[in-house]
């Protein structure tokens, strides 16, 4: 649900620049064309009055979506699981803080252990198993140097960083392989 948010906010915005570029190529293009100016356009303070005016419902148009979607990421209610994710310098590890003694280590495979089909860098030894349509919250945190954490398909990419506890929400509507 959030990374399609998140594409809707992106198709929103890119819909406006769009629209602003398509007047001002029209406007340049009109202005290259025509031999005969409007002399009272030039000073009218009505036409200043647009054009200071216009530009803020535009940022106020594209500021309010963006905020109603930084809130909701920042949103965390019950939890249905929490997901204990630690970087480390070539691996991760992950525990489940709700249940006593599971954590496991995940390295990268190397390549001459992948599959046909198995992506180089991507594939791990240990994949992490999330409950899918329930909200998880997970704690990411660093050992030793700046790791980044991200999934991109969940729109989740958060910093782990050593003596620093952050925290993401994520939650997937569909079973898959993120």
Same mark, same amino acid.
């Given at each position: 649900?959030?990374?399609?948010?998140?594409?809707?906010?992106?198709?929103?915005? @890119?819909?406006? %620049?769009? =629209?602003? /570029?398509?007047?001002? +190529? #029209?406007?340049?293009?009109?202005?290259?064309?025509?031999? !005969? &100016?409007?002399?009272?356009?030039?000073?009218?303070?009505?036409?200043?009055?647009?054009?200071?005016?216009?530009?803020?419902?535009? @940022?106020?148009? %594209?500021? =309010?979506? /963006?905020?109603?979607? +930084? #809130?909701?990421?920042?949103?965390?209610?019950?939890?249905? !699981? &929490?997901?204990?994710?630690?970087?480390?310098?070539?691996?991760?590890?992950?525990?489940?803080?709700?249940?006593?003694?599971?954590?496991?280590?995940?390295?990268?495979?190397?390549?001459?252990?992948?599959?046909?089909?198995?992506?180089?860098?991507?594939?791990?030894?240990?994949?992490?198993?999330?409950?899918?349509?329930?909200?998880?919250?997970?704690?990411?945190?660093?050992?030793?140097?700046?790791?980044?954490?991200?999934?991109?398909?969940?729109?989740?990419?958060?910093?782990?960083?050593?003596?620093?506890?952050?925290?993401?929400?994520?939650?997937?509507?569909?079973?898959?392989?993120?």
């Amino acid at each position: 649900p959030m990374m399609e948010e998140l594409i809707a906010f992106h198709d929103h915005a @890119l819909m406006i %620049i769009f =629209l602003i /570029s398509s007047l001002v +190529l #029209y406007i340049i293009s009109l202005m290259l064309t025509t031999k !005969l &100016t409007h002399t009272s356009t030039m000073n009218a303070q009505e036409i200043e009055m647009i054009w200071t005016i216009l530009p803020a419902m535009i @940022l106020i148009m %594209i500021a =309010l979506p /963006s905020l109603r979607i +930084l #809130y909701m990421t920042d949103e965390f209610n019950k939890p249905y !699981l &929490t997901l204990k994710a630690i970087g480390h310098q070539w691996y991760w590890s992950y525990e489940y803080s709700d249940y006593e003694d599971l954590a496991f280590d995940s390295y990268i495979m190397p390549t001459y252990f992948l599959e046909p089909g198995e992506f180089r860098l991507l594939e791990v030894d240990n994949r992490t198993t999330l409950p899918m349509e329930a909200d998880i919250r997970v704690l990411i945190s660093s050992q030793d140097v700046l790791h980044s954490w991200a999934v991109p398909s969940l729109g989740v990419k958060t910093d782990a960083i050593p003596g620093r506890l952050n925290q993401a929400m994520v939650a997937s509507m569909r079973p898959g392989l993120y």
